[in-house]
């Protein structure tokens, strides 16, 4: 196992040994409770353990399915893919995945496929997966380093910037652009009309539209799709980790029909693209009871409600404390963001954690919520200042309430200089030097 991993957990006090999920809670091994607004970086949409996707689990383990046949065509996997396309009505086809880098994988492929062009643009600061094609997309240096060269033809743009993009397109040898509608490193939002626009130039130069849904789609940000917070309607739209009610790895790449038949075009091109466990029947099963319990239990309406609830409790901390710079997100993602103080002892403080390692305060907030508060939540990215909150859909009004009172205590515990919270992050930079000179 990744011995760095253990030490990095043992570092920050995360070693905890959990044995224990249900739905939006954790138990460690002394019995204590523990809010997730990880979710598994946004897996455990439904929470953990849902009754309804272990009931279609059982159902499937019990009936006795032919499954994985391969010469023959799944009826699980039909029936998920009409029930996501009731969802995204404006795409007409539906390619599915074992995780959300293979959808990326399949996107590039089709892209290129379908335009006959070589190039893929993406935007700085994206994260799409960390398989090879993937990672040539992903805008944070930390997970390239040692891995490259990449796949060729991967053109980086500022994210948000309409005139960049036109750029990069004008030169009409770009087969996709593919973004994130809301950047997970960091819970970026674009402008108003960003995507719209995207989409227009994709259009206007004939490149494809793509929408890495991965992480923000089914409910995430209060809408099924984030898209639908801008009215657009990509070319082909990603989606993975909810979708598989947090037991059996699913993605789906949904795509427009012309794409979908420009891949698979004759018939002994019929198996040109595939995965060897895409669409097994275990995986197509929690699909459907993933999307069965969204629309049952009225997620998507909840996300947006406790979402909005949060941002207006966070926004009034950032009225009240310094360090909170900004506040961003949209239902359940979202994203706080500290920044260097006014005042000189604050800012003193700020300064010399910095200096050991950029991105190091957040963790004298990540920390006392896991230790004083139970409550798991981690940076949005590498050396990054935000911290960023993916809970379960599932929330009622005492764990917002949980969130709320203790994001304000650790909060206002970090601008007591000195305290316990400033000798935390002392620590935590003798640990920063001590790694730097070890490399």
């Avoid at 939006?24 to 309804?52: C, E, I, K, M």
């Avoid at 539906?94 to 006959?116: D, L, M, P």
């Avoid at 919270?421 to 002392?426: F, R």
Wanted: glycine share 10%.
């Amino acid at each position: 196992m990744n011995e760095m991993m253990v030490r990095v957990l043992q570092t920050i006090g995360y070693d905890v040994g959990f044995r224990a999920g249900r739905g939006q809670y954790l138990w460690d091994h002394s019995g204590s409770r523990y809010l997730d607004l990880l979710s598994g970086w946004g897996v455990f949409a439904l929470g953990r353990n849902h009754p309804t996707v272990r009931e279609a689990l059982s159902s499937v383990l019990g009936a006795d399915l032919p499954n994985l046949v391969q010469m023959d065509v799944s009826v699980l996997s039909s029936l998920l893919a009409e029930r996501l396309l009731e969802f995204v009505p404006f795409l007409d086809k539906v390619f599915f995945t074992n995780s959300g880098a293979e959808t990326v994988e399949a996107a590039i492929k089709f892209a290129r496929r379908t335009t006959g062009r070589p190039n893929i643009i993406y935007c700085d600061h994206a994260f799409h997966g960390l398989t090879y094609g993937a990672l040539a997309l992903n805008g944070d240096p930390v997970f390239r380093e040692g891995f490259e060269p990449l796949l060729p033809g991967c053109v980086r743009i500022p994210f948000n910037d309409l005139a960049a993009l036109e750029q990069a397109l004008s030169g009409r040898d770009a087969a996709a652009f593919i973004v994130e509608p809301i950047q997970g490193k960091g819970v970026n939002i674009p402008d108003d009309l960003y995507l719209r626009g995207a989409q227009a130039l994709c259009r206007k130069y004939g490149a494809l539209f793509v929408a890495d849904e991965i992480q923000t789609g089914l409910g995430r940000t209060g809408r099924f799709l984030a898209i639908e917070h801008w009215g657009v309607e990509p070319d082909m739209v990603l989606i993975a980790k909810a979708l598989s009610g947090g037991h059996v790895p699913v993605g789906a790449v949904l795509t427009r029909k012309h794409i979908f038949e420009k891949v698979f075009n004759r018939m002994d091109r019929a198996v040109v693209h595939g995965s060897t466990f895409a669409k097994n029947d275990l995986a197509m099963a929690a699909g459907l009871a993933t999307l069965e319990v969204i629309q049952s239990e009225d997620l998507v309406r909840k996300s947006a409600q406790n979402g909005a609830r949060l941002l207006r409790a966070f926004e009034a901390m950032a009225d009240r404390y310094e360090l909170v710079h900004a506040v961003r997100g949209k239902g359940l993602m979202i994203g706080i963001e500290f920044g260097a103080p006014r005042s000189l002892k604050l800012k003193a403080a700020w300064s010399l954690l910095e200096t050991f390692n950029a991105g190091l305060f957040c963790q004298l907030i990540t920390i006392p919520l896991f230790k004083d508060h139970k409550i798991l939540a981690q940076v949005a990215g590498h050396g990054s200042h935000t911290v960023k909150l993916l809970p379960a859909l599932i929330l009622n009004d005492a764990d917002c309430d949980w969130i709320e009172r203790s994001f304000d205590a650790v909060i206002a515990d970090s601008h007591r200089v000195p305290g316990a919270v400033w000798s935390l992050g002392t620590t935590l930079a003798d640990h920063a030097m001590k790694a730097r000179v070890s490399r």
